[in-house]
């Protein structure tokens, strides 16, 4: 299974930017779908995290209220919108899938990163 995230890029605070990972390999409707970040010299952190059928969300309370993701089962593909972008949010940005836990818990698969860069 490969994660492709896609969408990074130079913004500046107050922008908006949507990533998408898509999956090729195998379907992951049946996984949980996650996002994760991480910025320079800090740890992976945890962001938001999406059910298997898109019906349950949780975020990080960094990002409540400012990013949102969604899943297409249909395209095997999940996305972050992230609005209202903070220097702070500054970071590479990983998508994860986890089998059993919308908190990404038990990560099954992980994709490479995109870098996110919010100037002031």
């Known amino acids: 299974v490969q994660l492709q995230a896609s969408g990074g890029g130079l913004v500046q605070a107050g922008d908006s930017l949507r990533l998408s990972c898509a999956a090729s390999?195998?379907?992951?409707?049946?996984?949980?779908m996650g996002w994760f970040r991480q910025a320079p010299g800090k740890k992976r952190e945890f962001v938001a995290g999406?059910?298997?059928?898109?019906?349950?969300?949780i975020y990080a309370d960094s990002v409540k209220g400012r990013f949102t993701t969604s899943k297409d089962n249909a395209k095997n593909t999940v996305y972050l919108q992230m609005n209202s972008l903070k220097p702070e949010d500054t970071a590479v940005y990983y998508c994860?899938?986890?089998?059993?836990?919308?908190?990404?818990?038990?990560?099954?698969?992980w994709g490479q990163g995109t870098l996110v860069t919010v100037s002031s």
């Open positions: 999406i059910s298997w059928n898109g019906a349950y969300t």
């Open positions: 390999g195998r379907t992951l409707s049946s996984y949980a």
């Open positions: 994860a899938a986890d089998a059993r836990y919308v908190t990404m818990s038990r990560i099954d698969y």
